[in-house]
């Protein structure tokens, strides 16, 4: 597998909307062993709050997952990457997707403008090695590795990862986003999973994907079958969901961002809790 140029990014990470995690929560999630923080939310450009993450924690590594290549534009995404890398050498690693064609008024083919914007980011000086693309299908995941160090697949399966190796090849990076709910009762965790999964089930590029690892109409109408749904939101004793996720890895994975289903309160305890099974404590 790939040997990211940023240097290592751990084997476990946390993907978290980057508003909510505070800086004593930051230095907790740092000395739990998880190595990075995936911030998802379709950041704005300036990516301002990327220094006060890094200057909160002194090993803990920041990627976006991802900036919206739509509403953050390439000029300005690369600005900040330069700010953030002059202050920080080797800690943030810049994520890029094209999101969801139901939400974009003037949207063209996901492919194109994604090769248009690396493009552009190629002439503003990003490294390629310090970039990921969000990829599901077989020609954007080639993209990345073609393109980026790689790929960060958002709500997919242990099928999914080892497809996408397949595809991507040996050295390109995998970092693949799974969901956890911290419970062992089924009824709780797919409540609280459809409640999560809801947006993403009117979009056409999750279901898409999905069906293409051989869920059919009925998984993917909303709110998802209970097969679905316990396929991308893993449960149960700490032991089993860190098993699940393991899974990744032996699937050809480098790397997971854990996103834990719980109120930000609960967030460093959950993690507590997991770090162990993960084999980071």
Do not use: C
Request: no cysteine; hydrophobic share 45%.
């Amino acid at each position: 597998m790939t040997n990211l140029a940023l240097g290592t990014f751990g084997v476990f990470g946390l993907f978290q909307q980057w508003k909510h995690v505070t800086a004593a929560q930051l230095r907790d999630i740092e000395a739990l062993g998880y190595g990075a923080i995936w911030a998802g939310g379709s950041p704005p450009a300036q990516l301002d709050w990327v220094e006060s993450i890094l200057e909160s924690t002194e090993t803990l590594r920041v990627a976006t997952g991802i900036v919206n290549i739509w509403s953050a534009s390439a000029g300005q995404v690369a600005e900040s990457f330069h700010r953030i890398e002059a202050a920080h050498p080797g800690r943030f690693l810049l994520g890029i997707g094209a999101g969801h064609p139901e939400l974009i008024a003037q949207y063209k083919k996901p492919y194109e403008a994604l090769t248009e914007y690396l493009a552009k980011l190629d002439e503003y000086g990003v490294p390629k090695v310090q970039r990921v693309v969000a990829a599901l299908g077989p020609q954007v995941l080639k993209l990345a590795a073609r393109r980026s160090a790689g790929a960060h697949p958002y709500l997919t399966t242990p099928q999914h990862t080892a497809q996408a190796r397949a595809l991507i090849g040996p050295g390109a990076f995998l970092a693949p986003e799974h969901k956890v709910m911290l419970t062992t009762d089924a009824a709780q965790a797919r409540a609280v999973g459809r409640e999560a999964l809801a947006p993403y089930l009117q979009g056409t590029n999750y279901v898409n994907n999905w069906k293409r690892l051989g869920f059919n109409d009925s998984d993917v109408a909303a709110p998802g079958s209970d097969a679905l749904i316990d396929a991308l939101v893993v449960y149960g004793s700490t032991d089993a969901i860190a098993a699940r996720l393991k899974e990744h890895l032996a699937a050809g994975a480098d790397h997971v961002p854990v996103q834990v289903l719980t109120g930000t309160d609960e967030l460093i305890p959950a993690l507590a809790e997991l770090a162990g099974p993960l084999g980071l404590s």
